[in-house]
DNA sequence: TAACATTGCATAGCTTGCTATTCAAGTGAA
DNA sequence: TTCACTTGAATAGCAAGCTATGCAATGTTA
């Protein structure tokens, strides 16, 4: 009944649901945090690197982007010496969000995990890690 | 880095993906796969009893609905007494498929928990139920 | 160097989620 | 019995995934 795949489907909806209203009043959305989690440790990269860097589809960055750029929080120049690629750096409004993001992403991942122990913590990523590598594995 | 909720989510969209590539040959997709559980239950019954069967909301419920129809897979009937509520019942095309689509979930969550001892896969659930439970509980 | 292959992004089109809103049908109370 | 509330479902509008395609800029090679 309860399958492994529901309930993975179940938890990361509430997680997504969970981080949504708490970062709303920054005026970000949870697409959003994989990507300024990255320009935040590195910007001025091209959405290739991005995608490198997360896992996600190129062209669901190239979405996410778009909406990053109109929401004010990324810009795009034109890479110094590659026509097709571009820049992409962090606003001065993304960068006053940043502690207050990760705040809120602990929150929620603090809620998620409350009754459990540090060990059980631990197993839990553990697993996930574990699952998503066998899924990805090539057979 | 690699919080619980980043992980979460990426899990659950490689199952999401596992499953559709299993599933595309019998005309269904990830997100009917609930309802359709829940139908091979017990068909005939209301969207809303659907909808207190499986965390999702209302509006996807008819959204997902209006797609399964198009696909063949329900047809709906007038609720015999109350003229806004409809019955829903599975087709025999959708019946035709279930085993399949049994053995397709199966493998693929087989192949997620492919390293996994058995009481490893107990606790896995376990744990994921709980996340659950947390995140839902109203504080 | 002209032709072909590759690469970086964007776009189209679809699914699956969500919230908010609407609307008709049913229910209850004055 | 009428008027207001509630309820079942549909719709609008958006986000975030995905695959497949298109297109211009780069690279490569005969």
Do not use: C
């Given at each position: ?10 938890m990361a909806r509430l997680f997504a649901q969970g981080l949504h209203e708490r ?117």
């Open positions: 009944m309860k399958s492994a795949g529901y309930l993975a489907n179940h970062i709303a009043p920054l005026g970000i959305v949870p697409g959003q945090f994989p990507a300024l989690l990255a320009l935040w440790e590195r910007d001025g990269v091209t959405q290739k690197e991005l995608v490198a860097r997360l896992d996600i589809e190129q062209a669901t960055m190239a979405n996410t982007l778009t909406r990053m750029e109109r929401d004010g929080l990324i810009r795009r120049t034109k890479h110094p010496s590659d026509a097709r690629a571009q820049q992409i750096w962090l606003t001065a409004k993304a960068r006053g969000i940043r502690d207050q993001a990760y705040e809120a992403a602990n929150t929620v991942n603090s809620r998620a995990l409350g009754g459990f122990s540090e060990k059980e913590r631990a197993q839990f990523l553990d697993f996930m890690g574990r699952v998503i590598d066998s899924m990805q594995a090539k057979d």
